[in-house]
């Protein structure tokens, strides 16, 4: 793309999504990030609160913080919902259980109680519902991994026993040398004990080896628990262990003892008659290979499982299952969705029914409460911002449903893309889908840019959710214009287990055809325009992302991997799990197929790239050694054929964790592709925004030549010898004056109107609503188009995206005065002329100066108030003047005088 069509497209891919008739909000990188996200949601045994987890970014501290909430479903709060009180503020707690009784909330957390604090990472607190603050119940040296309660007075928990003599020396010596998968310095992590009045700690398992989860039976007499036997994790010849202890008999017994089979997640029915867990089957179980999740119950009394029919090929879901009354509640995996089943059990198994309600089909996370009726879940599509909801479930029913909580409600004013889920032939002509989203200036026959974004595992899957964080962010690219392709190549999970196996030993062979013929399906849909092509992705994503550039290095224009592989013989010695993954997916380790490891390695062919490539890594990466990132960006560096930029990220493991390199890593995507793609900014013109802010005075001054002026430096432009307001896009459906009405724009319509000398480029003042309508139908007949006055809510929504320091009576005074001291001033105020208070028109800074997209547009609520269309057609002058302000603690305006109002007017398009 040429420049100047990314200058057009700067004053044009804006706001509105099809069909929106209303200005809307422009997506920032902190849009993203500042979502906030509720995890951990337990139901109370009466089934009447919720205890959750918030999760948000603070930007101050650098870090994102989890914070415990209480919502009581039986009392309704100020917003209309039920009721929600926030439980903790220090920003590191998570994990809360209810005791069975439901007085207290468990949780864990690090804070520090004192400086000289001698406990060690999270530990378990205490929160009695009947009043007081939360209290500290362990003081161990050593963090507590997990806990669950046992009975109501006593809970149980996975811990280290106290560190060694040998570890303490070293400590005090201040040695941090590691000895790697040492056997001797693998120690156990075992379960204890605690009572909630006495504190005082049991031991109950004497196990070597690491516990990795437990669950408690409700009667308290079974724990089942699973234990990593071995440090060496890099293959899978040392899989978990399952046992089940019977705390009555003090006995333990190993379950599930069968060579690769190691089910997780137990969670018992309500009786305690026995449990359900998963366990991941595939063709290759020796490496512990990617497969399909199928579904168990343990029968206590029996010492005997079966596997669960669920009589659906793809097994479980990423929405997990969960016990109810009368059986257990599945989503199972069915593509990008769900498909929500509930399981009754009878007395020969169970019999399948299927749930109705689609928003199941769309929830990876459900929880069914203690009472095994009440369901609380998140429902959202890939185009709906979630919804938090409660109701009852009974065999299979929801009834009742509703929301219990509303989170980041600031978004309520953004544009979200339209998002479908589309199918085309891939690879071997097998079906493949994807997640497609428009830009928001989409219009049927015209081609648009196209990202590609691709989703990690490779078993992973992109699913039909909202998804919008620091790798996938459709409604930034959306913004600028473009489709976002996710595609769910073979290899995919959620798919069924051939599906997600057709890659084994077949790596990259089945997923670039994958993606191509969707890029060409869209592209033979009229949709995409073929040489306006960028691909990114994280972890696999990015490993596809690289590969793409080297075997159809002319078709992308630009390439972000993020953690992506490009050697595959020196991954298998430093990934963390490079023994199984590779042995999975190349068949066997390099030194027997080392002609394979090399065919399949991108960094032999990376003398075939020319795509403009930004690679991405945290320093800390195991998971795909940050060596793979100077091994590409060497490559391309040496090589000089394609442009190449490294960002390493310190102390930032595979998955980013402070949110100041989740900013940096979206800023640096952002401006590559804005660079390569939409041609929209030159290098040059990126290194100048390192030295020239774009709100900066000297910035705004060079974007303010694009103002329309005439000749004799008139704000706006001539039509037929008259002269009319500069109109600037807001999306696909709304022209709005950039300036309020100048008094010269206003004397083309009345020539009698008085302009002193000088003030032709003030805004009119003193303008009645008589002669608002009137100067609108003017400028229809000027033109030939439906001008016309803004609504209330479209100025109100204006007023929002108002600069910090608008020519308001604020200004005037240096400070925001409150009622009575705008009382005060009334009589000083009476005394000034209009001309001796406004400003000309843009004189005060835009609201929207550090976008460097958005069309500049002033005095959105200043200067003078405006006219708008208020209900049943009446007018209303709307926003601050230079002789008011809003009430700093209501927001209020009080009514500007008469001499003191103007107007603005929209245009809508076609």
Request: aromatic share 12%; net charge neutral; with cysteine.
């Amino acid at each position: 793309m040429t420049r100047q069509l990314g200058l057009g497209l700067i004053c044009w891919l804006l706001l509105a999504a099809p069909g929106q008739t209303q200005p809307q909000r422009t997506w920032t990188i902190e849009d993203i990030l500042r979502q906030e996200r509720l995890t951990d949601l337990e139901i109370a045994p009466d089934g009447r609160r919720i205890v959750w987890v918030r999760r948000k970014a603070n930007f101050d501290k650098d870090r994102f913080e989890t914070d415990l909430f209480l919502t009581y479903l039986d009392r309704q709060g100020p917003d209309g919902l039920p009721l929600t009180v926030q439980l903790t503020r220090s920003g590191n707690n998570r994990a809360p259980r209810w005791s069975p009784d439901g007085r207290y909330i468990a949780f864990l957390s690090s804070r520090k109680i004192h400086s000289n604090d001698p406990t060690q990472g999270s530990q378990i607190w205490l929160l009695d519902t009947f009043g007081g603050e939360p209290y500290r119940l362990t003081e161990l040296d050593v963090p507590v991994q997990s806990f669950a309660w046992f009975d109501s007075t006593r809970l149980v928990f996975a811990a280290r026993e106290t560190p060694t003599y040998d570890e303490q020396l070293r400590k005090k010596r201040k040695d941090d040398a590691q000895a790697i998968e040492d056997t001797t310095e693998f120690y156990p992590v075992r379960l204890f004990r605690i009572a909630i009045d006495s504190k005082k700690i049991e031991r109950l398992t004497e196990n070597e080896g690491e516990i990795l989860e437990f669950s408690v039976d409700p009667s308290g007499r079974y724990l089942v628990y699973s234990i990593d036997p071995h440090p060496v994790d890099a293959d899978a010849r040392h899989q978990p262990r399952q046992y089940l202890l019977d705390l009555h008999r003090n006995e333990t017994v190993e379950i599930f003892a069968e060579r690769y089979f190691d089910p997780e997640r137990f969670v018992w029915t309500r009786d305690g008659a026995g449990f359900y867990a998963s366990d991941e089957f595939a063709s290759d179980p020796e490496n512990e290979g990617a497969g399909i999740t199928k579904l168990y119950y343990f029968d206590v009394a029996r010492r005997t499982y079966r596997e669960v029919p669920l009589g659906w090929e793809a097994g479980v879901g990423y929405g997990g299952y969960q016990v109810t009354e009368g059986g257990v509640h599945v989503q199972l995996a069915a593509g990008p969705r769900m498909e929500p089943r509930f399981y009754e059990k009878t007395a020969d198994g169970w019999r399948a029914h299927p749930v109705l309600d689609a928003r199941l089909r769309h929830s990876t996370s459900i929880r069914i409460g203690p009472d095994g009726h009440t369901i609380a879940f998140v429902y959202s599509r890939a185009d709906l911002l979630p919804q938090y909801l409660v109701g009852t479930y009974q065999r299979g029913r929801l009834r009742d449903v509703r929301p219990f909580v509303q989170l980041n409600t600031y978004l309520k004013d953004y544009p979200i893309p339209r998002a479908d889920v589309i199918y085309w032939k891939g690879a071997e002509g097998d079906t493949v889908n994807g997640i497609l989203y428009y830009p928001f200036n989409y219009r049927p026959g015209r081609r648009y840019p196209l990202m590609v974004v691709i989703h990690g595992g490779p078993s992973g899957v992109d699913l039909d959710a909202w998804r919008a964080d620091w790798t996938v962010y459709p409604p930034l690219w959306a913004q600028r214009g473009a489709f976002v392709l996710r595609p769910n190549y073979h290899g995919s999970g959620h798919h069924g287990l051939e599906f997600v196996e057709s890659i084994k030993g077949r790596y990259y062979e089945l997923e670039l055809p994958d993606i191509i013929q969707g890029i060409d399906y869209l592209v033979s849909q009229g949709l995409v325009d073929p040489d306006s092509l960028g691909v990114m992705g994280w972890s696999n994503g990015a490993i596809l992302t690289i590969a793409l550039t080297v075997e159809y290095p002319e078709r992308f224009k630009v390439a972000m991997p993020g953690a992506g592989d490009v050697n595959w013989i020196s991954d298998y010695g430093n990934c963390a799990f490079g023994v199984r993954f590779d042995d999975s997916y190349f068949g066997g380790p390099p030194w027997e197929r080392l002609d394979h490891y090399i065919a399949k390695s991108p960094l032999f062919r990376l003398h075939r790239v020319i795509t403009p490539t930004l690679i991405h890594f945290g320093d800390k990466d195991t998971a795909v050694p940050t060596e793979q990132g100077w091994q590409h960006y060497r490559a391309l560096q040496q090589l000089g054929k394609a442009p190449v930029r490294f960002i390493l990220y310190p102390d930032e493991p595979h998955s980013f964790r402070r949110p100041s390199h989740q900013r940096r890593k979206m800023e640096e995507d952002l401006a590559w592709a804005d660079t390569y793609l939409f041609g929209r900014t030159s290098m040059a013109e990126r290194l100048r925004q390192r030295v020239l802010p774009e709100d900066a005075p000297l910035a705004l001054r060079l974007r303010a030549r694009q103002i329309a002026r005439t000749a004799d430096g008139l704000y706006g432009v001539e039509h037929q010898g008259r002269l009319l307001p500069e109109m600037v896009p807001l999306g696909d459906t709304l022209l709005v004056s950039r300036f309020e009405i100048t008094r010269a724009q206003f004397r083309a319509f009345k020539p009698d109107y008085p302009v002193p000398p000088g003030t032709e480029n003030y805004p009119a003042s003193g303008i009645t609503a008589d002669e608002a309508r009137a100067y609108v139908a003017w400028l229809r007949r000027q033109t030939g188009q439906p001008y016309r006055l803004p609504t209330k809510r479209e100025l109100e929504t204006l007023q929002k995206k108002a600069g910090p320091s608008e020519n308001t009576l604020a200004y005037w005074l240096g400070y925001t005065p409150n009622p009575d001291e705008r009382r005060q001033l009334e009589d000083v105020l009476a005394g000034f002329r209009p001309d001796e208070l406004l400003l000309p028109v843009g004189s005060r800074p835009p609201g929207n100066a550090r976008d460097p997209e958005a069309p500049l547009l002033y005095d959105l609520d200043g200067n003078v108030a405006e006219w708008a269309v208020a209900a049943k057609g009446t007018l209303q002058p709307s926003g601050a003047s230079a002789v008011t302000v809003r009430d700093p603690r209501t927001g209020e305006l009080s009514a500007p005088p008469p001499s003191f109002i103007g107007l603005r007017v929209v245009l809508p398009r076609h």
